[in-house]
């Protein structure tokens, strides 16, 4: 990430080509994260559709896409001539989406890290420990 002009961090996308995620998605899936992370807030601009096609040597009609996709779920709000920026308003996502988010991302994991030989107790061992109050109730 580079400094932008108002001294935050710039947005910089980062790919995982063995992840079998579509790129896309991963665009979409990294933006909907730093905002939850709040990395990234209502008004912060996101590189530009050229910018982000050659820092990842990547279709721009790929970023395009992904774009869209979050400008139509009103995560994001492009102007143009002026750029791409996250939007001010809350995006309430219905429960049924919320689940199959979390599906994803625990098959994805699971799957990951079965490749790299661990077992689903190794996972579990990690997120407990990853629990805001881990620790607490340990001898």
Not at 77 to 92: A, P, W
Request: aromatic share 6%; glycine share 8%; hydrophobic share 35%.
């Amino acid at each position: 990430m580079s400094t932008s002009r108002n001294g935050k961090r710039a947005f910089a996308f980062e790919l995982d080509p063995h992840s079998g995620v579509p790129v896309y998605r991963q665009l979409i899936d990294q933006v909907l994260g730093a905002i939850a992370a709040g990395s990234l807030v209502g008004g912060d601009q996101l590189p530009t559709v050229r910018q982000v096609a050659v820092d990842l040597a990547i279709n721009p009609n790929t970023v395009v896409r992904a774009y869209r996709e979050l400008e139509i779920r009103g995560t994001l709000d492009t102007q143009q001539g002026t750029g791409t920026f996250v939007s001010h308003q809350k995006v309430k996502r219905d429960e049924v989406e919320r689940r199959r988010q979390l599906t994803q991302l625990v098959s994805d994991f699971v799957a990951r890290a079965g490749a790299a030989g661990f077992s689903i107790d190794d996972l579990l061992e990690q997120l407990e420990d990853r629990r805001p109050d881990a620790g607490k109730n340990r001898r």
